[in-house]
């Protein structure tokens, strides 16, 4: 009968003798010796040379430009990928008034990526020209002489002693936000419709349409039954071709309009809401 195994994979091997001491000193002498050679590599000229910075993307932006956001982070192309200091970037970006929040992070093999989220104008104040305030009231510096965003102008309200970027927390500008947020329901298609918001009052608040009518309501915004009574008599305007000077809301279960002056007398009306 013919074994299982054969040849080669039945001789025993001879066991090998451990190295004497000779051998294990000119071992640890090589070991040595690589180290040391190691050490004197200049690794950190490699570094910069092999792992710098080939590109910077930026995401996220509308109203801002790529080189801007570069340029405000302190990051550079061509410098040292690993030794970039992302959390002094992010602080940097984070400084201007038009960014509410930053992350920025490194991307293989060799990028660095600035995810950025913008501050949304929703008013125009007053700062000797018009400047934005975001939905938040912090004030936007402009990007530009003239460049503001298509909202509506917050009158009534003084805020040319605050710099950009602080949150204007007043009565007038947390009473515009308000309207703003109520006017913004799509149901009630009037948002874009208003140039103007007057808060000069104190017991009253005034929209200027782009059409030219003034809508007077409440100092605070009513509810959405009665925006939406608006609504309502403002479409049947339009559908009749009129023209009205003013519509008053501040009665109840009424919407008084006001005829334009070159209208006859007899289009004033009163509606029920």
């Not at 501050?119 to 912090?138: K, N």
């Not at 102008?153 to 007043?170: H, K, P």
């Not at 003034?214 to 479409?235: E, F, I």
Request: glycine letters at 8%; a positive charge.
């Amino acid at each position: 009968m013919t074994p299982a195994y054969q040849g080669r994979a039945l001789l025993r091997q001879a066991p090998r003798r451990p190295p004497g001491r000779i051998g294990r000193i000119v071992k640890a002498l090589g070991v040595l010796a690589v180290i040391a050679a190691l050490a004197h590599v200049p690794w950190g000229s490699i570094r910069r040379h092999v792992l710098t910075v080939s590109d910077i993307r930026v995401r996220g932006l509308h109203y801002l430009d790529d080189s801007t956001v570069v340029r405000q982070s302190g990051l550079q192309r061509g410098t040292d990928w690993l030794a970039a200091d992302l959390p002094r970037a992010r602080q940097a970006l984070l400084a201007d008034s038009r960014i509410r929040e930053a992350q920025v992070k490194r991307v293989l093999p060799s990028a660095i990526e600035l995810d950025i989220t913008e501050r949304v104008p929703v008013l125009l104040a007053r700062h000797g020209s018009p400047w934005e305030l975001d939905g938040e009231g912090v004030l936007l510096e402009p990007l530009g002489a003239g460049v503001v965003a298509d909202v509506p102008m917050l009158t009534g309200v003084d805020v040319e002693r605050y710099r950009a970027g602080t949150c204007v927390a007043t009565a007038e500008v947390k009473r515009g936000l308000a309207w703003v947020r109520a006017t913004a329901v799509p149901e009630l298609e009037l948002a874009g419709r208003i140039s103007e918001i007057d808060v000069s009052k104190g017991d009253e608040t005034g929209l200027v349409l782009m059409s030219g009518t003034r809508v007077v309501s409440s100092a605070w915004p009513p509810d959405v039954r009665r925006l939406s009574a608006l609504r309502v008599v403002l479409a049947d305007l339009e559908h009749r071709g009129r023209a009205a000077q003013e519509v008053d809301l501040r009665f109840k279960n009424q919407v008084i309009v006001r005829p334009a002056v070159d209208a006859p007398s007899g289009d004033a009306a009163s509606r029920s809401s």
